[in-house]
C-alpha cells in the first residue's frame, strides 16, 4: 500500500534551518511528484509548491520563493523540504503530498505532517 | 493567481440531513473538457484526506454519501445523509494552474 512517511516534530530558534523529510513506499517514487502544503496554526491550507521527482525540477507559490526549498534522495525514494533562516511565523504543521496521477493533479496520499515549532 | 473563495465558512447541520458547500474560483479551472477542481476532509491533528476530484469523482474508498458537482468557475460538495463522523474542515482546491490554491475551508458540524 502506498504511504508518505513524513520526519518527526521539530524545536528551532529563528534564523536556524530545518529539513523535513518524507520517504515513499508503495509506489515507483519517481512516477509521481510531490507536492508540500503548509498547515498554521488555526489557519487553512497553503500551497507551498511541488517537485517533479523524475526530472528534479521544483515549483514554487510566490509566497514560499526564497527560503523554501525542495530536494530529493531518488535512491531513498524520498523528497525534502527545507526552510532556511527560520521566522516565528514558519510555525505550522507541513504536509507531503503525492501529485496523483490519473486524479487530474489532486493530492492523493498525504503523509502524516511534520510540526514545526520556531520560538526563541 | 487563483482565489478559490469557500461558503459557508461554517454550518451546522442535522444528522441524517444534506450539507452543501459553495466553491467559486475567480476563473475556470477547466482545460481540455475536463474540470481541475478537487475537495478534501481535514479533522484535526489529521492530514487532509482528498475526497473528490476533477469535480465530480468519487477517491476510492470514499463513501457514496460524497458527491461533487459543477464546472468553470462554480463547483459544490454535497454530503447526503450526513453521519456523525463527517465533522471537519472541508476545502476545495484547484489543480489547473499553478500555484494549486485551496479555498479557505468550511468547519461542519453535526448537530
Known amino acids: 500500500q502506498i504511504q508518505l512517511v513524513q520526519s518527526g516534530p521539530e524545536l528551532k530558534k529563528p534564523g536556524e534551518t530545518v529539513r523535513i523529510s518524507c520517504k515513499a513506499s508503495?509506489?515507483?517514487?519517481?512516477?509521481?511528484?510531490m507536492q508540500w502544503v503548509q498547515k498554521m496554526p488555526g489557519k487553512g491550507l497553503k500551497w507551498i509548491g511541488w517537485?517533479?521527482?523524475?526530472?528534479?525540477?521544483?515549483k514554487y507559490a510566490e509566497d514560499f520563493k526564497g527560503r523554501f526549498a525542495f530536494s530529493l534522495e531518488t535512491s531513498a525514494s524520498t523528497a525534502y523540504l527545507q526552510i532556511s533562516n527560520l521566522k516565528n511565523e514558519d510555525t505550522a504543521t507541513y504536509f507531503c503530498?503525492?501529485?496523483?496521477?490519473?486524479?487530474?493533479?489532486?493530492?492523493?496520499?498525504w503523509g502524516q505532517g511534520t510540526s514545526v515549532t520556531v520560538s526563541s | 493567481d487563483i482565489v478559490l473563495t469557500q461558503s459557508p465558512a461554517s454550518l451546522a447541520v442535522s444528522l441524517g440531513q444534506r450539507a452543501t458547500i459553495s466553491c467559486k474560483a475567480s476563473?475556470?479551472?477547466?482545460?481540455?473538457?475536463?474540470?481541475?477542481m478537487n475537495w478534501y476532509q481535514q479533522k484535526p491533528g489529521q492530514p487532509p484526506k482528498l475526497l473528490i476530484y476533477?469535480?465530480?469523482n468519487l477517491e476510492s474508498g470514499i463513501p457514496a454519501r460524497f458527491s461533487g458537482s459543477g464546472s468553470g468557475t462554480d463547483f459544490t460538495l454535497n454530503i447526503h445523509p450526513v453521519e456523525e463522523e463527517d465533522a471537519a474542515t472541508y476545502y476545495c482546491?484547484?489543480?489547473?494552474?499553478?500555484?494549486?490554491?485551496f479555498g479557505g475551508g468550511t468547519k461542519l458540524e453535526i448537530k
Open positions: 503530498a503525492r501529485r496523483g496521477t490519473g486524479t487530474n493533479y489532486a493530492m492523493d496520499y
Open positions: 508503495g509506489y515507483t517514487f519517481t512516477t509521481a511528484g
Open positions: 517537485i517533479n521527482t523524475h526530472s528534479g525540477v521544483p
Open positions: 476563473q475556470s479551472v477547466d482545460y481540455d473538457g475536463d474540470s481541475y
Open positions: 476533477a469535480a465530480s
Open positions: 482546491q484547484q489543480s489547473n494552474e499553478d500555484p494549486y490554491t
